[in-house]
Each structure stands twice: as C-alpha cells, then as structure tokens.
C-alpha cells in the first residue's frame, strides 16, 4: 500500500496521505514519497492541487513510534518536513487542504503551509505538539501567526485545545465546512474552478502574499510591478482581454 496516494482528473492532482490505521501519521516513507507527488504536482498540466488524508483523520503528525530515532531531530526535520513545506509554498499554482478529520502536531502544520482550507464537519484541529512537550514546527508558527494573529496562534497552541470544523471556520482558519461525505465532491468542485482559471496569475499572486508577509511597502509595490510585467506576458491575459472585448466567456489555458 502506497503511503501517499495520487490521483489525477484534468489539471487537478489529488494528494492523498495514506496511512489511516495511525491517522496518516508521517514516517519517513510518507515524507519521501509526499516529496515525489509534489514534484509531479510541478507538470504544468497541473493547475489546482487537492491535499487530503485517507480515513477519519488528516494527519496525527509526527509518527510517535518512529519518533526519536534520529540522532538528531533538527536534522530529522530539515531533511523530511521542512522540503515539501518549502514545495508547497513554491507550487505557483493553488494547493487545497481538504481537511477531512483530525489533523494535529505537523498535520495541523502542513494543512496551514496550504493556500486554504475546507474541512468536514466533523473534523478536529489539535495542536499536539504541547501535549508531548514540544514547540510547534513544520512551519506551524509562521503560518498560524499569520493567520491567527500571534495574542490567538499563541493561546490556541499552547492551550492544546481541540478546536471544531465549525470553531476554526469562525477563526477564520478554514474557509468552508461540508458534510463529511461531501468533502471530496466539494473539494473537487473547487480545485478543478481554479484549475480553470490563469494559472500563471494564481501563482504569482500566490508568490506576492507571501512576499508581503516580511516585506516594506517600497518592495511589495517593486515586485508587484514586476510580477504584473510578466502577467502581461501571458497567454491568459491577452485571452481575457479579447473575451472581454468580444463579450464572451473567456477560455484561459493557464499559459
Ligand atoms: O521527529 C520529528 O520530525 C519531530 C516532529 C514532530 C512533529 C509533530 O507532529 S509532534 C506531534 C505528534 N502528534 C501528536 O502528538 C498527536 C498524537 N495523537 C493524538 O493525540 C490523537 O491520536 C488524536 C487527537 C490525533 C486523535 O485522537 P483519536 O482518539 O481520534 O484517535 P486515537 O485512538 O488516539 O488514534 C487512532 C490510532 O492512531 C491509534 O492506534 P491504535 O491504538 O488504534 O493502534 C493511535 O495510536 C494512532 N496514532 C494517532 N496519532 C499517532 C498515532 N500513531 C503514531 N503516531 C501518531 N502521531
């Protein structure tokens, strides 16, 4: 059984973590071959990526079994985690958690490294990592800090406080709750509306947000500039430019 499961339908690519029986916790062969989909995620035939997990959870996080055994954990982290957060972020196209039940620890990190979220009902967001005695990592700092605001990110994390789908979408954390058994569909339904879309403006849309997260206002107006140069470049724009004119819908290729 593969730890990770990929499936593709047009130009979206669903990512599926694998190991239900421990709620997708990651080992290293979750890591690696997360690593290998991600990369296949770069074809340009790609437009919108689906993240999910198999089962009742998302991901429990680190694999508490196969925890430790590196000599080293920073190291363990820099060489599994840190690689696929750093992907996903540079993925230009958009990257959607579908978060389908508990996700907690580095699972709760890496549906935060994600462009949005939606979540099942019935799903869980649990810190996890205070519960053992650890400080959140996997970019679960950065991220919640961002979306959160730190006075919340803080409280929330260190209180390990399992928050409902409906808790986190007044959070703002997720941007829609489904029924559980229609998560997939609407997943789907979303991934393949933004896999329609200019894909080379999404992607570097995606890149200004976050570039404005550290940036002065004299280098977000730079690289907007730039970016918007590059936009004008594409295949997309002169494609709703004409649709516009001639007053139709317009038919982007994500080119
Ligand atoms: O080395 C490094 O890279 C360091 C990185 C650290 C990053 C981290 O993620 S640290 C945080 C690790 N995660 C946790 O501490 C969460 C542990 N899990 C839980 O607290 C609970 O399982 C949940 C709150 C997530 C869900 O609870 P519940 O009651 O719905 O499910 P359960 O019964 O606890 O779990 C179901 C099964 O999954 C169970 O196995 P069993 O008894 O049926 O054979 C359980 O042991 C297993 N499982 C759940 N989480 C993990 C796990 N097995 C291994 N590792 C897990 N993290």
Redesign the pocket.
């Known amino acids: 059984m593969a730890e990770v499961e990929v499936t593709r339908e047009g130009g979206v690519q669903t990512i599926t973590l694998n190991r239900p ?3 997708n ?1 990651f080992n290293r062969a979750l890591h690696a071959r997360l690593r290998e989909a991600l990369k296949e995620a770069r074809d340009p035939e790609v437009r919108a990526v689906v993240l999910t997990g198999a089962g009742r ?1 998302f991901s ?6 196969e ?1 430790g055994e ?1 000599p080293d ?1 920073s190291d ?2 820099r060489e ?2 840190h690689p696929n957060v750093l992907a996903i972020r540079s993925l230009e196209k958009p990257v959607i958690a579908a978060v389908n039940g ?1 996700c ?4 709760l990190s890496l549906a935060c490294v994600c462009d949005f979220r939606i979540a099942a009902d019935d799903a869980g967001f ?1 810190p ?2 205070i ?2 005695g ?1 400080v959140p ?2 970019g679960g700092t950065y991220f919640l800090n961002r979306l959160l605001g730190p006075s919340r990110a803080f409280e929330w994390m260190s209180s390990n406080r399992r928050l409902t789908a409906v808790e986190a979408h007044a959070w703002g954390l997720v941007s829609e709750v489904v029924a559980s058994d229609a998560l997939q569909s609407r997943a789907a339904e979303l991934a393949a509306f933004y896999a329609a879309l200019p894909t080379r403006g999404i992607g570097m849309t995606k890149r200004l947000f976050d570039h404005a997260g550290t940036a002065t206002l004299e280098e977000q107006l730079e690289l907007e500039a730039q970016l918007q140069s590059a936009a004008t470049g594409s295949e997309d724009f002169r494609e709703g430019v004409a649709a516009f004119l001639e007053k139709r819908p317009p038919k982007f290729s994500g080119r």
């Open positions: 029986e421990v709620l916790a959870g429990a996080g680190q694999d508490l079994k925890f590196a954990v363990a982290l599994s985690y508990v907690a620890g580095a699972g649990v996890g990592f519960g053992i650890l990592d996997a």
